[in-house]
């Protein structure tokens, strides 16, 4: 009874033994899962994440510098008497006829008044400093060593502000020092409206037609400065009016420039002085050998209506396209194949099949008819880069012996794709560059498009690189 128990024992546990093993396919797929996790972490961890740039529409402009002379309709006044001069007028203030601009003591008896009374003394106030101060950064941020008459620019410019701050003064006081004691000084008044300037310098009668390179020599250039209590006589300039708020700036260039400016019609014009910007219609002239731009404005007189020489800059041409980023660039190498010896689906197709002559296993020559990504088609040629071709490779021409020994090579300049997760190299056609950014054309056979993600520093991928992209700001 008991063997018999032992043996029955003895049979379970062999057919225990012998059953098949039950596989759960759930494990089996979270082992799978889990793997590919685990790549993936290890990968990332691995890589650098490649910094992305979406492509978008823009623009860039192409400037150029100028020092140009300025034009106005301005007219001198002249002393009708003998005297001390004192000015009661901001310089670039706007006048209107009858209004008092200046003063003529035939005696000298307002100095004395003034200085006995101490108005000499003038209070300055915290916008009068600020207004000195300004002038004088803008001297230094600007200063040039080889251009050296800029510090005599300086030197009347600073007169003119002081000038035009002890003006006040003395208009404020002078009333309620004189109690009729003054009758050797006679008020002068404005004849005409206008902008009143306190200096000549010989071009205010300078019209565009007459222009000459001479008139561009800034070491010839003299400008004399009106100040408060110098002595003048009958007949000599005090001041000048300017009576219009339509001006000119005229540059010299080359016919070449000055024929694309001129087709422009109107421009954008920069004032490097105070950084304003506003638009300036165009006109040539041509006086002997000098070719002169003429810029026509109408507005801005005043606030350069001390100025005889500015320094402009102008946008001579805007071009819009793909806007990217300089160091997203990159030149690559491309072997050359002729079109015949490739074969596309379509016109325009980004995908061309050659017939590469190779060796198999057992050493015989064959031909393997493969597919290419065409990166350029220019001059008769595919630019093709795989690993497939090689300096040395042999393409055979479809439905012929005719053969091509890969030999020659070309360059390209693109950007790397990085829109699928690995990099692809998309070619590019520049229309613009500056020390930032390119313009680029849209939407050209094998390039870019708006919205595209591309690396965006190129030296940072390669070919076929998979990417973790992080976008930059």
């Not at 009333?175 to 902008?195: D, E, I, Q, T, W």
């Not at 004032?271 to 006109?283: E, G, M």
């Not at 997760?421 to 390039?447: C, H, K, L, M």
Request: charged content about 25%.
């Amino acid at each position: 009874m008991d063997q018999n128990n032992a043996n029955e024992n003895k049979t379970v546990k062999r057919n225990r033994r012998r059953a098949p093993l039950n596989i759960n396919i759930g494990i089996i797929i979270f082992v799978v899962i889990g793997g590919y996790i685990l790549y993936c972490l290890i990968a990332y961890l691995k890589s650098n994440p490649v910094s992305g740039y979406e492509v978008k529409v823009g623009s860039l402009s192409e400037p150029a510098t100028f020092t140009g002379l300025a034009i106005r309709d301005e007219e001198v006044v002249y002393s009708d008497e003998a005297g001390y001069v004192n000015y009661y007028m901001r310089e670039g203030e706007r006048v209107s006829s009858g209004d008092l601009v200046y003063s003529v003591d035939s005696s000298g008896e307002l100095a004395e008044l003034l200085k006995s009374a101490g108005a000499e003394s003038n209070v300055m106030t915290n916008d009068d400093f600020n207004e000195i101060r300004n002038e004088i950064l803008s001297f230094t941020k600007d200063f040039s060593a080889t251009k050296f008459y800029h510090v005599y620019d300086f030197k009347y410019d600073l007169q003119g502000t002081t000038l035009k701050l002890s003006n006040l003064n003395v208009l404020n006081n002078i009333n309620n020092m004189a109690n009729g004691r003054l009758n050797s000084v006679r008020m002068m008044n404005s004849p005409k409206s206008g902008y009143v300037v306190f200096n000549v310098d010989q071009y205010e009668d300078l019209i565009a037609a007459d222009i000459t390179k001479e008139d561009f020599e800034r070491k010839n250039y003299e400008k004399k400065q009106f100040v408060n209590n110098e002595l003048v006589a009958s007949g000599d300039p005090v001041y000048k009016i300017i009576n219009s708020e339509e001006w000119q700036i005229a540059i010299e260039t080359d016919t070449e420039t000055a024929q694309r400016l001129k087709d422009e019609g109107t421009v954008q014009v920069k004032f490097l002085k105070t950084q304003n910007t506003c638009y300036a219609s165009t006109d040539v002239v041509k006086h002997g050998e000098g070719t002169f731009v003429i810029l026509s404005f109408r507005s801005y007189v005043s606030t350069f209506a001390t100025d005889r020489f500015l320094d402009i800059e102008i946008v001579m041409d805007e071009k819009t396209g793909l806007k990217i980023p300089n160091t997203s660039i990159v030149e690559k190498e491309f072997f050359l194949i002729p079109e015949e010896f490739a074969e596309v689906q379509s016109e325009g197709s980004d995908v061309c099949t050659l017939g590469v002559q190779s060796y198999n296993d057992k050493g015989q020559l064959i031909v393997q008819y493969l597919d290419f990504e065409i990166y350029e088609r220019k001059d008769g040629y595919y630019y093709i880069n795989d690993p497939e071709i090689e300096l040395g490779s042999i393409i055979v021409k479809s439905d012929s012996n005719q053969t091509f020994t890969v030999s020659k090579k070309g360059t390209l300049i693109g950007v790397y794709n990085i829109n699928k997760g690995y990099a692809d190299f998309r070619q590019i056609t520049i229309q613009y560059q500056n020390e930032e950014y390119s313009i680029v054309t849209p939407n050209s056979n094998y390039g870019l498009r708006a919205y595209d993600f591309i690396a965006l520093n190129a030296s940072t991928v390669s070919d076929d690189d998979m990417v973790y992209q992080k976008m930059a700001k």
